[in-house]
């Protein structure tokens, strides 16, 4: 819209996309007001609409996920969660605790060392997505209560998994952040109604999705009215064929800068899923921050040899000082 389009100017133009049946999304700016068109390009005639009053210009975005690229959001987007602020120029943000909430005492525990040693965030899994009907499913329903009350004691804000779409509404009061994992980055079901809820959405690539695929799919989000998205990379399939792999994953940090280049959101590396191991996760945990990410996932137990799940990339409290400390020297310096 041109600055000076008037209320009703703005009213008339969504009027107009709206009776064909397509949705809009309002940018409202500074100086300009930008609306995005949801649905079916077909449906609508550009050259028609440039000339209703008030309308500056009618551009046709190429990227594929056109409400994720840069060309119609312009400032990076900072998403916050009470008091932390994830994206832009903010200084790395660290989301740690442990792959799954096995009790209310493993988790305070746990929870205490993790924002001592200087996380922002608690994570802790309550429905575990698990590849085996035989491993640990998560406690469910109980271990979001534990969430909610070590995240009240120690006033840190929380994320969690909601694995499925008949979940989302109780995963939604029990915690700041809605997780979405990988393995459900395709699942358009869930995407929206986690959308719907107007949380934080941390949305993690799939390891076999493509780019362009997976902020396809995170378009989604924002296509439900909610801008309030974390990206995360963390990691992909290794290849596959006669390798010998020694890593559970590949994290990709090639995708760290090009997500940043063509969308504002930010980006979270997570180095324990992306290796499986805890002694790659510090120097991986670098790499991520050198590579521009916004921050970790960083998986953490203090008995790893005890956890109920992903032990073996768990990295002791200990460590994961040691990482904060290092990252936070390493973006200083690089800023
Ligand atoms: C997790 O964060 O515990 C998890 C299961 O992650 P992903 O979906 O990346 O495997
Ligand atoms: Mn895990």
Redesign the pocket.
């Known amino acids: 819209m041109k600055p000076e389009a008037s209320k009703e100017d703005l009213q008339r133009v969504l009027h107009t996309i709206e009776s064909k049946g397509l949705k809009t999304d309002v940018m409202y700016g500074e100086f300009q007001n930008v609306i995005g068109i949801i649905g079916d390009e077909k449906k609508i005639d550009f050259e028609q609409l440039k000339t209703l009053p008030g309308v500056y210009d009618t551009v046709r975005i190429q990227a594929p996920f056109r409400l994720m690229s840069r060309s119609y959001i312009a400032k990076d987007v900072v998403v916050k969660v009470r008091s932390v602020s994830i994206g832009g120029s903010n200084p790395p943000v660290y989301i740690a605790g442990p792959?799954s909430i096995e009790s209310y005492e493993q988790l305070s525990r746990i929870a205490k060392e993790v924002k001592n040693a200087g996380a922002h965030i608690l994570?802790g899994?309550a429905f575990?997505?698990r590849s085996s009907v035989h491993s640990f499913q998560g406690l469910g329903l109980d271990g979001l209560k534990h969430l909610r009350d070590v995240g009240k004691d120690l006033d840190i804000p929380t994320i969690t998994?909601v694995r499925g779409e008949s979940d989302v509404d109780t995963v939604a009061k029990y915690t700041d952040i809605l997780?979405i994992?990988?393995?459900n980055m395709y699942n358009q079901d869930l995407i929206e109604k986690a959308a719907k809820t107007g949380k934080p959405i941390f949305f993690?690539r799939g390891f076999s999705a493509q780019i362009d695929e997976y902020l396809s799919f995170a378009e989604r989000i924002v296509a439900k009215g909610n801008k309030k998205i974390i990206l995360c990379e963390?990691g992909i399939s290794p290849l596959g064929g006669s390798f010998k792999n020694q890593t559970r994953f590949t994290l990709d940090l090639n995708a760290v800068p090009v997500i940043k280049k063509e969308t504002p959101f930010p980006v979270i590396a997570?180095p324990s899923?992306g290796t499986g191991r805890r002694d790659l996760v510090f120097p991986m945990a670098k790499a991520s921050i050198a590579a521009g990410a916004h921050g970790l996932?960083v998986?953490v137990h203090d008995r790893p040899d005890e956890a109920l799940s992903?032990g073996a990339q768990a990295v002791e409290p200990k460590e994961l000082r040691r990482i904060i400390e290092t990252c936070d020297l390493l973006y200083r310096t690089l800023a």
Do not use: I, L, V, W
Request: with cysteine; glycine share 12%; charged share 55%.
């Open positions: 792959c994570r899994g575990k997505p998994e997780q994992g990988a393995r993690k963390r997570d899923h996932m998986e992903d």
